[in-house]
C-alpha cells in the first residue's frame, strides 16, 4: 500500500471523507525529528502489512493548518481515524505499540467493503485516486465564461498577431498558438520560486516555507492552498497563495507551473484555439491546442516556451510518466502514449488503478460532458479519437529528434529542478557545419535571447529554441527576461561567483578563408565579461565593442568560443543583451569557407 503524503487540509479532509469506516493512521512527523525518521520504515512495513487501512503522513513544519486542527505538540504523533473522528492517538516512536494499536483497530472496525464483483466498479482506494481528475473537468468550464475571455483577450495585441498568421484568409492555428506561447512566456507571466516580501523587496527562502489556511479573499479568488514563508531580513510572514481562478491569474501574473498551464489555457481559448488542459501524475501541467491545419494536437507548454516536443519531460527531463491526461471543454481523453516512447516500462507503471476501472470512468466522464453536445460535434470527436488511437500505436510519431527534446527543465530554481528531478543530464553539443553550409561556403549561427533562439541562416532547418540548445559546456547561467527594462540576457545563477559558456564548432577537415565573431555583452559595477574564442593555433580575446576575426587559420580542428561572466552581482555580468522588441543577434558566429 504504502504511506501517501499529505500537504494541505483540504486534501487531509477529502481523504478523510473517502475512507469512510476504514482506518485512517496519520504520522505526524518533522524532518528534524530523529525518532521519526527510526519509525518511518517501520510504518511503511505496517502498511504493505495492514491493506484495509490508510496510511498518511504529514511534515508539522510545511503542513501547520493540519497539525493545527489534531493539537499535535509532540513529534512523532500517530492519530488513528475512523469516519473522519479521531478514534485515538499515540505520542513516541515504539514500533511494538504501533503494531498493538492498528491491530487492534484493524479488529475492532471489522471488514470495511465487499469485495467488488463488478470488474469496472472502483474500489474505495481507485475511488480516492480516481477523484483528483474530477476538478480537472470541473476547471477547464471557467475557460469557457464569456466575459473571462473578453477579459483575457484584451490584453493580447490581437489584431497585430492574426494578421501575421492568416494566409489567404484562412488563419494558422499553429503559427497563432506559436506566437502567442512567446509573447506569453517573455511578456505577460513570471516565474515564482518564492514570493518577494514587499517590506524590505527581499526574496524569501524557500527554507521558510510552511503551509497555510487560505483567508476568506484567497479562497474566494480560487486559492486552495497558501504557502507562507518568513522573511530573512525583516522576519515577517509573507504569503504565496495558489491561486487556481483563471481570472485571478490575469491580476497576478506570477506562478509555477499551474498557473503558468491555467492561464495560457485561458487564452488560447479566448482567442478561439481549441483546447486541452493536461496533467500528467508525476506532478506537471501543460496545454494542448488543435491545429487545423495539421489535423492533430500539438504539445505546448508555457513555462518552457516549447511546443510540439511530447517526449520533452521522458527523454530530457528523465520524468517516469504512468497517467497523462487531457481535459477540454467536451471530453477527456488518456495522452500517455503521445508523451512516452518505451510503451512495457509504462505500462508497468500503471498500478494505481485497473485498466478496466479507469477507463470506465474516463467513459463516465465523457458522458457526462458530452450529454448535451449536438450530433455533428459528437461526430468530430469521435473521429478525432479514433484518430489519436492510430496516432498512439506507433511511438515513432512522437520523436521530433531536435535538442529540446533531449534538454532538462529550464524553469525554476535549480535547487528545486534538482529536488524534482527534472533538471535532466546535460549532454554537451558540438556543432557541425551541413552539407548545405559547406556547399554555401559559409557557415553562420546567431543567437537571439529576445527570441532565446539559434538560427543558422545557411540552412534554416536547424533554428532551434533555449540558449542550452547549442551548448557545448556550461556552469551557473540562466537567461534572464526583465519585463520593466524589456531586455533579455544571459546571466550567472544568484550567489554564483562565475558563469561560463562554451560553444564549440567542428571544422575538422574544412578549409577555412575568415572567422567572424560578434559577442556583445553589458557590465556594471565590478561586473567582469571575458569571452575568448580559439581555432588551430591562435586565441583572441573579444574586445570590449563585441567584435573580433581570427585571420591565418586555413585549417582546424574546431572552433571554441567560451564566455565567463563574474564579478559584483549576478546582474553586473550579462551576456547577449538583446531589447524585447527589437529582434538582433547578440552571438554571431560566421566561418567563411574556402
Same mark, same amino acid.
Given at each position: ?9 483540504? !486534501? ?7 475512507? *469512510? ?11 528534524? +525529528? ?21 496510511? @498518511?503522513?504529514? &511534515? ?44 487492534? $483497530?484493524?479488529?475492532? /472496525? ?6 467488488? &464483483? ?10 480516492? $485516486? ?45 503559427? /497563432?498558438?506559436?506566437? /502567442? ?52 531580513? +525583516? ?52 496545454? !494542448?491546442? $488543435? ?19 511530447? @517526449?520533452?519531460?521522458?527523454? *530530457? ?96 530554481? !535549480?535547487? $528545486? ?35 532565446? !533562439? ?70 556594471? *559595477? ?12 591562435? +586565441? ?26 563574474? *564579478? ?27
Amino acid at each position: 500500500m504504502g504511506v501517501r503524503s499529505v500537504h494541505n487540509l483540504s !486534501e487531509f479532509q477529502n481523504i478523510l471523507k473517502e475512507a *469512510g469506516k476504514r482506518l485512517v493512521v496519520v504520522d505526524f512527523f518533522a524532518v528534524w +525529528c530523529g525518532p521519526c525518521r527510526m519509525i518511518a520504515p517501520v510504518l511503511e512495513e505496517l502498511s504493505n502489512e495492514y491493506t484495509t487501512a490508510i496510511f @498518511l503522513k504529514v &511534515n508539522v513544519d510545511q503542513s501547520r493548518d493540519i497539525a493545527g486542527a489534531y493539537k499535535i505538540r509532540a513529534m512523532p504523533t500517530f492519530v488513528f481515524i475512523s469516519e473522519q473522528g479521531e478514534i485515538d492517538r499515540m505520542e513516541g516512536a515504539s514500533p511494538g505499540g504501533l503494531r498493538t494499536k492498528i491491530q487492534n $483497530w484493524v479488529n475492532y /472496525l471489522g471488514p470495511v467493503e465487499p469485495p467488488v &464483483n463488478n470488474p469496472k466498479a472502483a474500489n474505495s482506494e481507485e475511488k480516492l $485516486w480516481l477523484q483528483q481528475f474530477v476538478r480537472y473537468a470541473d476547471q477547464v468550464q471557467l475557460y469557457e465564461d464569456e466575459i473571462t475571455q473578453t477579459l483575457a483577450r484584451s490584453l493580447i495585441p490581437l489584431e497585430e498577431y492574426l494578421a501575421k498568421v492568416t494566409i489567404n484568409g484562412k488563419r494558422q492555428d499553429f503559427q /497563432l498558438a506559436k506566437i /502567442l506561447i512567446n509573447w506569453f512566456h517573455d511578456d505577460f507571466f513570471s516565474w515564482t520560486d518564492t514570493p518577494i516580501c514587499e517590506s524590505c523587496n527581499r526574496k524569501t527562502s524557500s527554507e521558510t516555507r510552511s503551509n497555510g489556511l487560505p483567508t476568506d479573499d484567497e479562497a474566494a479568488d480560487g486559492a486552495g492552498r497558501v504557502e507562507v514563508y518568513r522573511c530573512l531580513d +525583516c522576519k515577517k510572514e509573507v504569503r504565496f497563495p495558489r491561486y487556481n481562478n483563471p481570472i485571478k491569474l490575469l491580476e497576478t501574473r506570477n506562478g509555477r507551473c499551474g498557473e503558468w498551464a491555467n492561464c495560457f489555457a485561458l487564452f488560447c481559448r479566448s482567442v478561439g484555439l481549441e483546447t486541452r488542459f493536461i496533467m500528467d501524475n508525476a506532478d506537471h501541467v501543460w496545454v !494542448e491546442i $488543435w491545429a487545423e491545419e495539421l489535423r492533430r494536437w500539438i504539445h505546448c507548454d508555457p513555462c518552457e516556451n516549447t511546443m510540439d516536443t511530447p @517526449l520533452m519531460y521522458e527523454k *530530457g527531463w528523465n520524468k517516469k510518466l504512468s497517467y497523462v491526461l487531457a481535459f477540454a471543454k467536451d471530453h477527456v481523453m488518456d495522452v500517455t502514449w503521445r508523451y512516452t516512447f518505451n510503451r512495457q516500462l509504462t505500462s508497468k507503471r500503471r498500478t494505481q488503478c485497473r485498466p478496466l476501472v479507469f477507463f470506465n470512468f474516463l467513459n463516465k466522464l465523457n458522458n457526462r460532458l458530452q450529454k448535451s453536445l449536438p450530433e455533428d460535434r459528437k461526430q468530430v470527436l469521435h473521429k478525432r479519437y479514433i484518430s489519436e488511437l492510430i496516432e498512439f500505436i506507433w511511438p515513432w510519431n512522437n520523436l521530433r529528434k531536435t535538442s529540446t527534446e533531449n534538454q532538462g527543465r529550464s524553469s525554476g530554481s !535549480e535547487q $528545486w529542478k534538482t529536488e524534482r528531478g527534472e533538471a535532466g543530464s546535460f549532454s554537451p553539443i558540438t556543432i557541425k557545419p551541413t552539407k548545405k553550409e559547406i556547399e554555401s561556403k559559409i557557415f553562420e549561427i546567431k543567437y537571439d535571447a529576445s527570441k532565446d !533562439e539559434y538560427t543558422r541562416p545557411q540552412d534554416p532547418e536547424l533554428s532551434t529554441k533555449h540558449w542550452q540548445s547549442q551548448i557545448y559546456e556550461v556552469e551557473n547561467i540562466f537567461r534572464k527576461i526583465e519585463k520593466d527594462w524589456k531586455k533579455a540576457y544571459l546571466a550567472r545563477n544568484e550567489g554564483s561567483e562565475k558563469g561560463v559558456l562554451v560553444w564549440k564548432i567542428d571544422l575538422a577537415g574544412l578549409k577555412i578563408k575568415g572567422i567572424s565573431i560578434t559577442a556583445t555583452s553589458f557590465k556594471t *559595477g565590478d561586473g567582469s565579461v571575458l569571452a575568448v574564442a580559439c581555432c588551430g593555433m591562435q +586565441c583572441v580575446r573579444i574586445p570590449t565593442d563585441g567584435n573580433a576575426k581570427i585571420d591565418n587559420v586555413e585549417e582546424a580542428e574546431y572552433l571554441e568560443l567560451r564566455v565567463e561572466l563574474s *564579478g559584483g552581482n549576478w546582474q553586473h555580468a550579462q551576456a547577449f543583451r538583446t531589447d524585447l522588441s527589437e529582434s538582433e543577434a547578440g552571438l554571431h558566429i560566421r566561418v567563411e569557407l574556402a
